[in-house]
């Protein structure tokens, strides 16, 4: 969800994840005796939410009378998985979760397991190019995919109609909009929008940060004017839900986390679409949101590979997915769930499918994508409280621009 919300500690090592139980499916005659250890987030475990993992891993035995399984729960998200597993791989879960702008903590530390052959195929046929970039490195493909991570827009249908929605300086004549302004996750999107890269293709670390030159400026000054619009207002501390809830909000920038919060408040009225443009001197420029996935790893220490990579397999199958969706709502990215009735009419999912696809730009794993997250934060901020201003836009988009490609020595 958004960036660092569940950061792993520094120096949390992988005995303080808590282990949730632990439970045996049993093979038929002559089946061999394994015994495999999985992590997932607590809601992926809780009675609450159904115990999508303990059902899985269950169907799972059930499909493989040839293992004796005994599954061993731990409860570790998709930031921390990575930490732990990087540090102690030995002591860590074969099968587990993380986040996509991970992947080098663990493929650094040789932790990661690859996914080739028979199963680099069935990956590549059901999910699209673009997400499976989001876990690739080299030619390599370290997890299965099973949700896809980004930001779209919410909005209160009766008030902008779809037409409206397409663009963000229309949708400010008609009724009030709320914007994470402040955080980094989401502010590039205007410069995204007018031609600022980071390293590249986000791959190419040497190009570093292109986020200070003329256009750069531009989105800097087209923000000054933005802040200062009375029908924009900045979300912070939970204040575009609760305007929603009050009806001083009417469209607000988030993801699926809070879409049941959202239909509560909005009911027939909740709006989702991808990202408008914005109009930049007189031209329309596309808003681009952070993409990211989440995905099924398996540890290389593993002493059962194979079915390792079977589990992992299945807990990011279709049928895993739907099963993830019903239960708890996780946006499926499976592309054989396209034509499921249920999930292709939700409005959240094609909001979120069109943002991934069509107004997102993938999240930079590189080291040096950590230099970036402040100095963008600053620049939200500093526009924010007035010290950025057109006179001196060009200096401070400068600056932004190399803290962003500096490593703070």
């Not at 069935?122 to 999910?127: G, M, P, R, S």
């Not at 009911?267 to 930049?280: K, S």
């Not at 901020?381 to 962003?404: F, P, S, V, W, Y």
């Amino acid at each position: 969800m958004h960036r660092k919300a569940v950061r792993l500690a520094a120096g949390l090592c992988a005995a303080s994840l808590l282990l949730a139980g632990c439970s045996s499916s049993t093979g038929g005659s002559g089946a061999e005796k394994i015994r495999l250890m999985v992590w997932s987030p607590s809601e992926d475990q809780s009675k609450d939410s159904g115990q999508w993992l303990q059902t899985c891993c269950e169907n799972f035995a059930a499909l493989h009378p040839e293992w004796d399984i005994t599954f061993v729960y731990g409860v570790a998200d998709e930031a921390g998985a990575a930490g732990a597993v990087s540090q102690d791989p030995d002591a860590s879960a074969d099968v587990f979760m993380y986040a996509n702008d991970t992947l080098t903590t663990m493929t650094d530390a040789g932790a990661l397991a690859k996914f080739g052959g028979i199963y680099a195929e069935e990956l590549k046929a059901t999910n699209s190019e673009t997400l499976l970039d989001s876990i690739t490195m080299d030619g390599d493909i370290y997890g299965v995919p099973f949700t896809t991570n980004t930001w779209y827009m919410f909005y209160d249908k009766s008030v902008f109609s779809e037409e409206d929605v397409k663009n963000l300086d229309t949708m400010l004549e008609k009724g009030v909009v709320s914007f994470p302004f402040t955080n980094s996750w989401y502010l590039p999107a205007f410069y995204f929008g007018n031609g600022c890269t980071l390293f590249g293709d986000g791959t190419q670390e040497e190009l570093g940060a292109d986020f200070g030159g003329e256009n750069a400026v531009e989105v800097t000054e087209y923000l000054i004017d933005l802040v200062s619009n009375p029908n924009f207002k900045i979300d912070q501390d939970g204040s575009g839900l609760a305007g929603l809830r009050d009806g001083s909000i009417q469209a607000m920038f988030t993801g699926s986390w809070e879409a049941a919060a959202i239909q509560e408040i909005l009911g027939d009225n909740m709006g989702v679409a991808a990202l408008p443009t914005y109009t930049l001197n007189g031209e329309e420029k596309q808003m681009y949101a952070y993409a990211g996935s989440k995905a099924i790893g398996v540890n290389t220490s593993t002493k059962y590979m194979k079915a390792s990579i079977e589990l992992a397999m299945y807990l990011g199958s279709a049928e895993a997915q739907q099963l993830h969706y019903e239960l708890r709502t996780v946006i499926p990215c499976n592309t054989e769930l396209n034509d499921v009735a249920e999930i292709a009419s939700d409005p959240v999912v094609q909001a979120q499918n069109d943002t991934f696809d069509r107004t997102s730009v993938l999240q930079p794993f590189v080291a040096s994508m950590s230099n970036c997250w402040t100095p963008v934060e600053n620049m939200g901020k500093g526009i924010r409280n007035g010290n950025i201003t057109k006179a001196n836009a060009a200096e401070q988009t400068a600056a932004m621009n190399d803290a962003m490609n500096s490593d703070g020595i």
